[in-house]
């Protein structure tokens, strides 16, 4: 099974509602765009320590992460960065490490996207290919 990539906007929640209430200029609002690893593997997304510093996020506490090894490393957390994948963006936290930005099970959940591993890509749900739906049973 080989990786799969995708391009990813994140874009700092904060600097997005600044200028949705018309305090700042949208050239103002601070965004990143990488060419993301998408781990199916992990839970959480990631983003390295640069990507926040970009972003201009701050870390809002620190999480233990675990690794596909079994050892463990308390890493920061940071704000709510805006994940935007194929057109789906939600708000999620990333954990702050490594040197590249990883796209976690939750934020595939939350934009309704499925890992197509066979053709190593990223497909919009089938059962809602126009918009995610989210489950709430």
Not at 9 to 25: P, V
Request: net charge neutral; with cysteine; hydrophobic share 40%.
């Amino acid at each position: 099974m080989g990786e799969i990539r995708v391009k990813v906007l994140l874009t700092n929640s904060a600097d997005e509602s600044q200028h949705r209430r018309k305090k700042l200029k949208k050239s103002a609002v601070r965004r990143y765009e990488a060419d993301a690893l998408v781990d199916t593997g992990a839970v959480r997304s990631v983003v390295p320590a640069h990507v926040m510093q970009a972003l201009g996020v701050l870390s809002r506490g620190e999480r233990v992460a675990e690794y596909a090894d079994g050892r463990k490393e308390t890493v920061a957390i940071t704000e709510a960065i805006i994940f935007d994948v194929m057109g789906r963006d939600t708000l999620e936290e990333a954990l702050v490490l490594g040197d590249e930005v990883l796209i976690g099970q939750t934020v595939l959940e939350k934009l309704d996207l499925l890992a197509d591993c066979a053709n190593r890509r990223l497909i919009p749900n089938p059962a809602h290919p126009d918009q995610p739906v989210s489950k709430v049973k």
